[in-house]
């Protein structure tokens, strides 16, 4: 929803090609996760952030709790990498209670050869 | 072995049926969650449980009842289906106090009212 904006909406990358992804946060988060919703619908989680950054593979991710927001960095993409990416925030402000997660609307990433 | 399971995986009814959906998780997770995601709006939460006889009311509840019977089980009730609940639901598991608490999902329920 709108407490949690990403952008862009959705992008289209050449095979081999690096790309950002981005999070806003209206208020303020505490842990950030990032999901992978392959084209078959499946979930997977990516990464799992308090503030600072991750790096598995060829995806980097970084988590700045003070400036609201959240970066998912994509380098030399391959074809099956493309699905829909989320992220998700936690924060007492954002959701009420504890441990619920507010997502945005993804990411929607096609690679293509 | 898929640690967050659910059924049905697809399902149609029609404007007024009754539905269970259901999911399992094998993780030892004391938080389960139950989501509709609809495009634009990504995944909303509808309820969620810190264990066994536990139900807490998420973000878009209304229409909705769930019942977390145990620790491994927890189902989601659609006693009036109606067309504005068509969409695809997905059950999360989580364990918050271990290292990290990252929900897992299961592969989703794709519900049609009719």
């Known amino acids: 929803g709108d407490k949690v904006k990403q952008s862009p909406s959705a992008l289209s990358l050449q095979e081999g090609t690096n790309s950002a992804l981005r999070c806003n946060f209206s208020i303020a988060a505490t842990t950030v996760q990032w999901f992978l919703q392959n084209p078959r619908g499946s979930l997977m989680n990516l990464f799992y952030l308090v503030p600072g950054t991750k790096e598995n593979g060829r995806l980097k991710s970084a988590f700045d709790s003070k400036e609201s927001y959240s970066t998912l960095h994509i380098r030399d993409a391959q074809l099956e990498d493309s699905g829909t990416y989320f992220c998700a925030a936690e924060g007492a402000m954002l959701s009420g209670s504890f441990n619920k997660l507010t997502f945005g609307a993804g990411t929607r990433l096609a690679v293509c050869p | 072995e898929a640690a967050v399971t659910q059924s049905p995986r697809n399902k149609v009814t029609v404007t007024g049926g009754n539905v269970t959906l259901s999911c399992r998780q094998t993780n030892s997770h004391n938080y389960m969650y139950w989501y509709r995601q609809d495009t634009g709006h990504g995944l909303r939460l509808i309820h969620y449980?810190?264990?066994?006889?536990?139900?807490q009311i998420g973000d878009v509840p209304d229409g909705y009842k769930a019942t977390r019977t145990t620790q491994e089980d927890f189902f989601l009730l659609l006693e009036l289906a109606s067309p504005s609940q068509t969409s695809l639901y997905f059950c999360?598991?989580?364990?918050?106090?271990?290292?990290?608490?990252?929900?897992?999902f299961g592969p989703g329920t794709r519900l049609l009212v009719l």
């Open positions: 999360a598991s989580s364990d918050p106090w271990g290292p990290q608490d990252t929900q897992y």
């Open positions: 449980s810190y264990g066994a006889g536990n139900l």
